[in-house]
């Protein structure tokens, strides 16, 4: 009888451990699917991140490369009135041909235009007070500088300043060359790229000022951004990283992933929204879990019936023991009696 149970209670134990690992495999199989995820994840961004690098590296390359030549015609040539509308002929052939260029500028010592790739130069504008004018005039470095965004004096555009230093012969200050960059240029190529609706994507100075965001508001435009998390990632695992940010912009968790141009001091950050990320993942998680418990559910069923049938037959055998064990006392107490009166 102890056996006979023994056996019902071993074949619970049995279903309930098949449900148990049934569902233990399904936790462990969706964990690795997420980890799994999450990783092919992270090499998107870093690939994305690495894209947005090359596309900047190669945006200001084009523009600085301009700037080379302007420079060196300026201090072979000078800026007599012949020599400047040659110039401005140039210089608005340059920007025809290179999509990011706003325009191009040409600054004396004072920061009075000398030319400039438009058809009319504007007059009585100074750009003295310009933060790139001011690094040129009060740093000798012959090297390009790629100063703050800027709102355009003459059209209202937000630019990014590209700039030269130009010298007299005798190596002093004489002004600058400038090629200003349409923030929209890199808007339009943020905007193509396949981060969803919660993904960022962003160009931001070393020095920790934001040129371009996506997704885009004017406001971001110029912000210091040493104090977020970005920045600080940046700084302690750059030039090259990934890390989970939530936005101080929108509050939103992100996969990011950023990288310092070769050439410029700049980096770029491509994020992806972590609940996007896993919504595929939770919701087959979802329906998969489901199926694992809906097959539970029929195994500890058919257990159940097992074990029903089991008791069932245990308590039959045990009648049937009992109806023999009677009627072997009935057989005997018959015999017992026929020897008596036998005897």
Same mark, same amino acid.
């Given at each position: 009888?102890?056996?006979?149970?023994?056996?019902?209670?071993?074949?619970?134990?049995?279903?309930?451990?098949?449900?148990?690992?049934?569902?233990? +495999?399904?936790?462990?199989?969706?964990?690795?699917s997420?980890?799994?995820?999450?990783?092919?994840?992270?090499?998107?961004?870093?690939?994305?991140?690495?894209?947005?690098?090359?596309?900047?590296?190669?945006?200001?390359?084009?523009? $600085?490369?301009?700037?080379?030549?302007?420079?060196?015609?300026?201090?072979?040539?000078?800026?007599?009135?012949?020599?400047?509308?040659?110039?401005?002929?140039?210089?608005?052939?340059?920007?025809?041909?290179?999509?990011?260029?706003?325009?191009?500028?040409?600054?004396?010592?004072?920061?009075?235009?000398?030319?400039?790739?438009?058809?009319?130069?504007?007059?009585?504008?100074?750009?003295?007070?310009?933060?790139?004018?001011?690094?040129?005039?009060?740093?000798?470095?012959?090297g390009?500088?790629?100063?703050?965004?800027?709102?355009?004096?003459?059209?209202g555009? +937000?630019?990014?300043?590209?700039?030269?230093?130009? $010298?007299?012969?005798?190596?002093?200050?004489?002004?600058?060359?400038?090629?200003?960059?349409?923030?929209?240029?890199?808007?339009?190529?943020?905007?193509?790229?396949?981060?969803?609706?919660?993904?960022?994507?962003?160009?931001?100075?070393?020095?920790?000022?934001?040129?371009?965001?996506?997704?885009?508001?004017?406001?971001?435009?110029?912000?210091?951004?040493?104090g977020?998390?970005?920045?600080?990632?940046?700084?302690?695992?750059g030039?090259?990283?990934?890390?989970y940010?939530?936005?101080?912009?929108?509050?939103?968790?992100?996969?990011?992933?950023?990288?310092?141009?070769?050439?410029?001091?700049?980096?770029?950050?491509?994020?992806?929204?972590?609940?996007?990320?896993?919504?595929?993942?939770?919701?087959?998680t979802?329906?998969?879990?489901?199926?694992? +418990?809906?097959?539970?559910?029929?195994?500890?069923?058919?257990?159940?019936?097992?074990?029903?049938?089991?008791?069932?037959?245990?308590?039959?055998?045990?009648?049937?023991?009992?109806?023999?064990?009677?009627?072997?006392?009935?057989?005997?107490?018959?015999?017992?009696?026929?020897?008596?009166?036998?005897?």
């Amino acid at each position: 009888m102890f056996q006979r149970l023994s056996i019902a209670v071993r074949t619970m134990a049995f279903v309930a451990a098949v449900c148990l690992a049934l569902v233990a +495999l399904d936790i462990w199989h969706s964990w690795e699917s997420r980890t799994v995820l999450l990783e092919q994840m992270g090499v998107a961004t870093a690939n994305l991140s690495r894209a947005l690098a090359q596309q900047a590296d190669d945006t200001i390359k084009q523009a $600085d490369t301009v700037l080379v030549g302007v420079v060196e015609r300026i201090e072979q040539e000078g800026t007599g009135p012949v020599q400047v509308e040659r110039l401005r002929r140039v210089l608005a052939a340059q920007v025809a041909e290179l999509p990011q260029l706003d325009a191009l500028h040409v600054y004396d010592q004072d920061g009075n235009w000398v030319a400039n790739s438009r058809a009319a130069v504007p007059q009585k504008l100074n750009n003295a007070d310009r933060e790139y004018f001011v690094f040129h005039r009060d740093h000798p470095d012959r090297g390009p500088h790629i100063g703050i965004p800027v709102k355009s004096r003459t059209n209202g555009k +937000l630019l990014i300043p590209v700039s030269r230093r130009i $010298d007299h012969a005798d190596g002093s200050f004489a002004g600058v060359a400038l090629a200003s960059i349409d923030v929209d240029f890199f808007l339009k190529f943020y905007d193509s790229l396949d981060i969803g609706k919660g993904g960022a994507a962003a160009l931001i100075l070393e020095s920790g000022t934001m040129m371009v965001r996506r997704p885009f508001g004017p406001e971001m435009v110029g912000r210091d951004m040493r104090g977020s998390q970005l920045f600080t990632s940046y700084k302690e695992n750059g030039p090259v990283g990934t890390a989970y940010i939530k936005s101080a912009q929108d509050g939103v968790l992100r996969l990011n992933s950023f990288r310092r141009l070769e050439h410029y001091p700049l980096f770029v950050g491509a994020a992806m929204s972590k609940d996007e990320i896993l919504a595929g993942w939770w919701k087959d998680t979802f329906w998969h879990s489901g199926g694992v +418990l809906a097959l539970s559910a029929v195994v500890a069923f058919v257990g159940l019936g097992l074990v029903r049938q089991i008791e069932m037959r245990t308590r039959t055998e045990a009648e049937l023991l009992r109806a023999r064990a009677t009627r072997s006392r009935r057989s005997t107490r018959r015999s017992t009696r026929w020897r008596w009166r036998t005897a």
